[in-house]
């Protein structure tokens, strides 16, 4: 079993790349080969799949990509390929995202996954991959909507207590009804 392999990017082709190491290359199969320079030294986290006719390597920049692969390996009907080409499609953050949100209409546009698949992913993986960028992005909503109140002329004491019981993994725009909703409730 492989964990990365550190090297030299020989080749660059649809699909994979040829990473030489000592004098060996090897064919890795990544999820966006063409991010990658012909020259530039990497170090890709692997994933060995084995079958009785082929033993394939996987590639991935980061550790996180590599995980969240993993994780989408063990939801049942997913393969290698579907799970590649999942993380060749979005950034892995937007693909958590998605996930811990039940967003399945968002996860029915990666190729080779319908609706039975992005429902099995929410199901099998909600609650199970973390992400710092979740906080993040939800810090960042709330600092939109707390922007629109004042825009709308609102003091921050208003919005303070408006925006305080608010759930932010809600897109912006549900955000913003709900936090004057509940100002008009308390006027």
């Known amino acids: 079993m492989y964990s990365y392999i550190k090297g030299t990017i020989t080749e660059i082709e649809p699909g ?3 990473l030489e190491t000592y004098g060996i290359g090897y064919h890795i199969i990544v999820p966006n080969p063409f991010k990658f320079k012909v020259d ?3 170090k890709l986290y ?3 799949h084995v079958r009785e006719d082929a033993l394939t390597l996987f590639g991935f920049g980061n550790l996180k990509e590599k995980r969240l692969f993993d994780e989408l390996l063990s939801v049942k009907g997913i393969g290698p390929k579907s799970a590649l080409a999942v993380l060749a499609s979005a950034e892995t953050d937007e693909i958590i995202r998605a996930i811990e949100m ?3 209409k968002y996860l029915n546009k990666f190729p080779g996954i319908g609706p039975k698949a992005s429902q099995q992913i ?3 993986l909600k609650g199970k991959i973390k992400s710092d ?3 993040i992005k939800s810090q960042r909503r709330l600092d939109e909507v707390k922007d629109a109140l004042r825009a709308l002329g609102y003091k921050n ?3 303070d207590r408006a925006t305080k019981n ?3 993994k809600k897109d912006t725009s549900l955000l913003i009804k709900d936090a004057l909703k509940t100002m008009a409730k308390k006027k």
């Open 46 to 48: 692997i994933y060995q």
């Open 122 to 124: 929410v199901l099998d």
């Open 16 to 18: 994979k790349v040829t």
């Open 133 to 135: 960028t979740l906080n």
């Open 157 to 159: 004491k208003e919005i």
């Open 40 to 42: 530039e030294s990497v």
């Open 166 to 168: 608010l759930d932010p």
């Open 102 to 104: 039940g967003d399945t």
